[in-house]
Structures are given as C-alpha cells and as structure tokens.
C-alpha cells in the first residue's frame, strides 16, 4: 500500500503493509481525499493531540512521537467487505464516503489522526461499512470528497441557530470558512461579510455569492460588517484557528455576539476575558457534526443546494503532499488540494 | 465629603469637595457600601478599564493614571433632590438603593468606576432620582447592599437558563459564588458542587445549602461534581476571575458544558482553544444585570426568599478600607465587608 505516513513532523512517502478487513470493515481503494487545516496544525502541533485525548479521558490514545495517518476528508471505492459486512448497505465496487471512523471493540478510531490505522493518506485503508454511505450516480469525485468539510459547516451553522435574514461575519477564507459561507448562502442570511488576507481567497468568496469581501489589512473586519449590515442580528464564525484571532475579535464585536469557533487553534491561546464579560459575549466552540449532519452535507451537495463551484484549486499525487502542504501555508493561491493516487508528483495551479 | 480616593493603586482617605445635584439627581448619604472583588480587581489593573472603554467605543472615558472613586454596592439616604427630580419616586429620607449608573447629557457614568464622580467609597454622592429604589422597610442596611451582588448572581443564573433538577457545579466561593449558590438553590437546581480553596468559605458554602463542597486542592472540582451528580445536565458558574481558571475547567470539564463565565479576570489569560473545541464547549461571559433583575434582586432579599444568611463578615469605616483590601486579598476568612461612615478603623474579624 502506497501512503504518506506523518513522521516527528514531517510526510514520508512509503510501501506499507497490506491491511485486512476485520469484522464490519469494508477495505476500500482511495478515489480522493482533500487536504484539511486540521492537517497542517496537527503536522505541526502533535503533541497537542495527545492533551486532547487526555483531557477527553483517553490518555495515550495518540502517540505523538510516534508515526501517524492523516487524511479524514476521502471519497472511497469498496474493493472488499470483511466478515459480517455484506448486508449493511454498501457493496464492492461503491464509491463511498465516511464519517471518519473505524468501529473496534469498546472504541472508536478517529481516521486520519490514529497512529494505528491508515486513513485517507494511503492508497488503501479500512472503513467500518455500516458508516459509508454510497456517492450518488453523478456526484463527481470532487465534490464528494467535500462532504466533511460542509457537514463540518453545516453543523456550525446548525449550532449558531443563526436565521434567514441575520447577518453574519466569516473571519478566514479557507476551505471551513467558504463552506460557511455556501451554507449561509443556502439559508439565505444576509449580508454575509467574509475577512482574508488573501486576494484570492477573497476573490473566491465573492465568486461564491459573499455580499461583502473585506481584507484586514484595511482595518477591523466588524467595521466593514457593521459598514453592511447596519443593526442587523450578527453572529461571527471564526474559520482561522491561528493565535491572536479570537482576542481580535473580543475586541472588536459589538455586545451580546455570538461568537461560533470553528477554526481549530492548536497552540495555547491568550485573551482579555474581561473584553468578553462586559460585552456579555458567547463563545460557542464547536467540532465535526453529527452523522445525520453528513449525510444532510452529501445529500445537499448530490443535489446541487450548496454552490461550491471554486473550493478545490489543486490535485496532488503522493509524492507531491508535502509540497502541498508547502502551497497550502502559504494560504495565498490554494484553498482545496485533493490527493488522488494517479495524482501530479507536484501541485497543480489554480 | 469625606471619602476614600484610588490613586495611582492605592487608597487614599482624604476630605473632597461636596458634589452638588443636577438636573434629575439625588444628592444621598452613603449609610453602607460593599467591597466588591472588582474593586480589589481594578485598583491592581486600572489600565485594564481603559481597554474596556475603547473596547466600547468609548476611548478615554477611564483614565487610569488619574484618581477615581470606587463603590457601586450601596445603600444610601438620600439628603436632597436636584431639579425636576422630586416626582420620580423617591423622597428627601428614603433609603435606596440603585443600578450604578449615573445619568448625564448623551452618557451614563459608571459609578464605582469613574474619574470623575464620587461613588460608594464616600460620605456623599450623586444618584439619579430615577434610577434610585426605596429599600422596603424592615430590610436592613447589611442586607441592602447586597442588591447589588445579588443581581449579579440573578443574571447570570437567568442567562444560563438552568432549570430545577439541572445540577451545578460553583468554582469560586467569594460573595458572586455565594450568592449564585443562594440564587441555584432557590431555584431548585441539585445537587450543587462549590469549590474554594478556603475552608472558611467552604464552611460558608455548606451553611448556606450547598449540596457539596470541595477543597480543589484535592483534584479538580469536576471530579467532585460527577460524584455527586452523575450524569444529570450540568452547568459551570465561573467566580474567581484569575488567570488559568477557566483553562483548567476547559480541561476537565465534560463535553458539551456551557461554562458561565461571571469571575471578572482583568488579566490576559491564556486558554487552550483545541480543549474547547474538541469537547464543543460554550462559554457565557455575563456582566451585571437588567434593571429588572436589580429590582427582583431587592424583592427577592426583602421578601426573604434568598438566604444570604453569613455573606457579610465585616464592617470598616472609611480609614480601615485599605486594610479591609488586604484582608479580602488574602481570601482566607472575609467574604464581604461593608463600608459605612461610621464603621471602625479597623476591619472587624468575622
């Protein structure tokens, strides 16, 4: 099994043992699988992980000195069912997508952060067949392979309980932050301001029907909010997840605002609580979504309901992950790379 | 006027000169005022109220390299009314009590946090008529001046929407945890779980009817909650408000827990984000009260709904105030001393 195995923080590309499907696993053949920020921090953050599994009372689920598998975001085609896996829904030959994890006995593996199973990463790789749900006919696979990011969006916007004619404020252009702005589109809140430094980034919002495109550099992206939106009901997403950006936005937010955490900052972080408490701010941080979020985000994709049209910017063969990763840094041209295993050995170009 | 004046972090008893109402005020006679750990807060971090201010919108309403007047938990007498207030419902005699806000032309004035007026720490001050609430009769002056720390507790109790049966988990047993505990148990909320390192004030906590108290030095406080309360829905009241609390809650807290956040830390704190991510944690910052729930804060306490039975543990006149700081810094025996005109020159020991 070709594969890129995330080792002391850096990629290799390698010949790995051939895995086995075990009872209620389906052993699928990679399509696509996008390149996700959580990638990038947890490539450079690790040990964060490891805290995380701790303070979830797991400790030592994730090994962070040791070898792990990225890759949650794959599109998947069934080559082989395990014992007891032929009557739950999908058969060889399915393109599938997952939520990202493997049923063990008295365990759930999270996919593509597990030091101990393949993930989307790896030519082949094992799924738990009760969780795949087949691709629609006619649902490309660059499209399907977006179906966790929107259902990650999906459920923000869910649990922001924001409503058809609010405003919202979307801090950070990348994938999380454009899927937002696809689904807020689709319930219809307006106007939608969306904050990036990057020019292209900013462009690809506006090509996904933002009201407003605002660039940070130029001031405070609730001044160009309020600028739109005027008294308007608000509810910011946050879509960076780098330190630094949450106490801007303490900052900056009127009184009462919601502030829904999506981005995923890894580092520690240091802010002004007292900026929150007397502006009576909510801070909801949220993660992943629920399975019936996924299968909303597979569904309103097939259908054509979330326009996602300039998303995927790049496609990358294995041996060219790690300049992806390089690209994707930089965030200034790209905003999704899918790996496919007959991939370029270098990124293409927007 | 006599009065205790902030300056440059300390205490400053001194002779000012006597205010005069305004249109609208109540020139009153300070019979009792609380120190709040605000107070304590604020003379160590002025410079943090000025971020406050710009924060909004209001740059340079707090100078902090200038005098200003604390106090904002008051019972008072008043002495005189300025024009056009004698209709507003309170006469020359009353005792009040009062939101702490002062009415001015296009501003209200945070009185107990202004440059510019005198406050709870002094003789005499200005209210305004229409703010002022007559104290019923029968409710002491001890009792009346803890409106204001009362109504604290209210909002933020009503701002987490707990509900009877819910259980409750209090970190901090300083007079805002105290009386967040009066506030959970008249609302049938059980079993609540305090937590402070004073074994005075964990004593305090058991009288007033906590279900449990903890000495976090043992382990963290949640352990202690999830003994008692197993798996009932849960709320966090945060009432310290020093750096690294709410990193720690963020930590061992369940997944899904709203953590309100009513300590008023006026350091940076750092917390990690991932932590809260990963466990969808929301955090509720509130400040203050609706005038609605001061008012029910008073009806409730005159009503005798409320237990606050042994809040307040001393009394100190105008030249023991700075002792009376020292005192609360440490934690160890005080929770609430009231300042009164003609209280000793020494702190009384509880």
């Known amino acids: 099994v070709r594969g890129v195995t995330a080792r002391r923080g850096g990629l290799v590309v390698e010949d790995l043992p051939e895995p086995t499907p075990d009872v209620g696993d389906a052993l699928v053949a990679l399509r696509a699988c996008g390149i996700c920020g959580s990638d990038l921090h947890t490539l450079a953050h690790a040990e964060s992980l490891a805290a995380v599994a701790e303070a979830m009372g797991d400790p030592g689920a994730f090994r962070p000195e040791e070898d792990y598998f ?6 998947a085609e069934v080559l082989e069912l395990g014992p007891g896996a032929a009557d739950v829904g999908v058969r060889v030959g399915d393109r599938v997508v997952s939520v990202p994890y493997l049923v063990r006995p008295e365990t759930l593996v999270p996919l593509g952060f597990s030091n101990d199973f393949y993930a989307g990463y790896c030519e082949r790789f094992l799924l738990t067949a009760a969780l795949c749900r087949r691709v629609p006919n006619g649902l490309d696979d660059a499209h ?3 179906t ?5 969006a999906l459920h923000a916007v869910e649990a922001s309980g924001i409503e058809a004619g609010d405003s919202a404020l979307v801090v950070g252009c990348g994938p999380i932050g454009l899927a937002l702005l696809a689904c807020l589109r689709a319930r219809q809140v307006e106007p939608i301001v969306v904050a990036d430094y990057s020019a292209t980034r900013r462009a690809q919002a506006a090509a996904l029907g933002a009201h407003l495109v605002h660039d940070p550099a130029l001031g405070p992206a609730v001044d160009a909010w309020r600028d739109a939106a005027g008294a308007r009901p608000l509810v910011v997403f946050e879509a960076v997840g ?9 900052a900056t937010v009127p009184p009462q605002t919601q502030i829904v955490v999506a981005g995923v900052c890894m580092q520690p972080d240091t802010i002004r609580p007292l900026l929150a408490v007397v502006k009576e701010l909510r801070l909801h941080f949220v993660y992943a979504y629920r399975e019936d979020e996924f299968d909303a985000a597979l569904r ?8 996602v049209g300039p ?19 930089r965030a200034d041209e790209h905003v999704k790379i899918l790996i496919e295993p007959d991939g370029p050995a270098v990124p293409t170009v927007p």
């Open 70 to 75: 990225l890759g949650h975001e794959w599109v």
């Open 144 to 146: 399907a392979a977006l």
């Open 148 to 152: 966790e990011p929107l259902a990650v």
């Open 242 to 250: 780098v330190p630094g950006v949450l106490d801007d936005l303490l």
């Open 300 to 307: 309103a994709l097939a259908e054509g309901e979330l326009d």
């Open 311 to 329: 998303l995927v910017t790049g496609r990358v063969g294995f041996d060219g992950v790690a300049d992806a990763f390089a690209e994707l840094r």
